[in-house]
């Protein structure tokens, strides 16, 4: 199952979210401040558990658990990702 949530991730220095990134998205770089996310995106999700968290109330748990599988499995040996489990 595939769910379209999207959550915007936002630079954590400016707000903005205009960012370059390496092909797995193991660094990212944001292209309006130059802020490095050297964690690459698992470490902008952190800067946005908020916005992550919004998702989970606008589309619902079941939705979410599927999206937070994904993204589990995605960022399963990064230590910054953890997903708040009902
Ligand atoms: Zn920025």
Request: with cysteine.
């Amino acid at each position: 199952m595939s769910t379209n949530i999207n959550v915007e991730l936002n630079c954590a220095t400016c707000g903005q979210s205009n960012f370059d990134h390496n092909e797995d998205k193991s660094w990212v770089k944001c292209n309006n401040c130059d802020r490095e996310y050297l964690g690459g995106i698992s470490e902008l999700a952190e800067f946005n558990q908020s916005n992550i968290q919004d998702a989970v109330n606008d589309y619902g748990q079941s939705l979410v658990d599927e999206f937070a599988k994904s993204l589990e499995s995605k960022f399963k040996n990064n230590k910054y990702i953890k997903f708040k489990r009902k």
